[in-house]
């Protein structure tokens, strides 16, 4: 069956970089976009990007644009987000989520499915 | 930036009907898609392209949209539905940017 298994928890201080990996299996891994969301303690759900695992492009928030970076690696079917230049507003819980239908499926439309196990990132000096 | 509006809260009677909305300027032509989260756990998806519901979720939750608002409905409700609703859709540049709402605490009592 499907399913995202994440790293686990990382601490890291201001100003730092986090690089937290997703690692797919159950399903053809090339031909489902991945998505990341974070949410942060007692708040929403916070959409950051997606990547087409396939052609290795993507789309990420605006509000991340500099900050982040979604990477893949077919022979590992793992997906990876980094973050830099972190503060202690970045501390939340990560997760990586596939999307609701295949690249190849009509119609298409990017929305998450499958969630992943999270990471919870912790951001203090 | 687009915006997603729900309510903070809703609370609803055991067996009685419950409905959360959501509103957003691009709803009328972009798909709204409902979370459900429980404490500590990862959200789930409980209805897909605005009305469609994903094997193995509760035909009592149901799907609609009417101009900018899209709405979730939540029949003869129980316990177990208790949790916080979350809408998504995408954005209006052709990029396809997601965003959620801020979420709305459903209570059962």
């Known amino acids: 069956h499907v399913q995202l298994v994440q790293s686990g928890a990382e601490v890291k201080q201001p100003g730092a970089s986090v690089r937290v990996s997703c690692k797919a299996s159950g399903y053809n891994f090339s031909t489902y976009v991945i998505h990341w969301v974070r949410q942060a303690p007692g708040e929403s759900l916070e959409w950051m990007g997606w990547?087409?695992?396939?052609?290795?492009?993507?789309k990420n928030s605006q509000k991340f644009q500099d900050r982040v970076s979604i990477t893949r690696d077919t022979s590992a079917s793992t997906v990876v987000l980094e973050l830099s230049s972190l503060i202690s507003k970045d501390t939340a819980v990560y997760y990586c989520?596939?999307?609701?239908?295949?690249?190849?499926?009509?119609?298409?439309?990017?929305?998450?499915?499958?969630w992943g196990t999270g990471t919870t990132v912790t951001v203090t000096s | 930036s687009y915006e997603l509006t729900q309510p903070p809260s809703v609370s609803v009677s055991p067996g009685q009907t419950a409905t959360i909305t959501c509103s957003g300027d691009e709803l009328p032509r972009k798909y709204a898609y409902w979370y459900q989260q429980k404490s500590g756990q990862a959200p789930v998806l409980v209805i897909y392209d605005d009305i469609k519901r994903p094997s193995g979720i509760s035909e009592r939750l149901s799907g609609s949209t009417s101009g900018t608002v899209a709405s979730l409905t939540i029949s003869r409700a129980q316990v177990e539905d208790e949790g916080v609703y979350y809408c998504?859709?995408?954005?209006?540049?052709?990029?396809?940017?997601?965003?959620f709402g801020g979420g709305t605490e459903l209570t059962v009592l």
């Open positions: 989520a596939r999307n609701g239908v295949g690249e190849n499926e009509r119609p298409f439309n990017y929305y998450m499915d499958v």
């Open positions: 990547i087409n695992t396939g052609r290795g492009a993507g």
């Open positions: 998504y859709s995408t954005d209006y540049t052709g990029n396809h940017r997601g965003v």
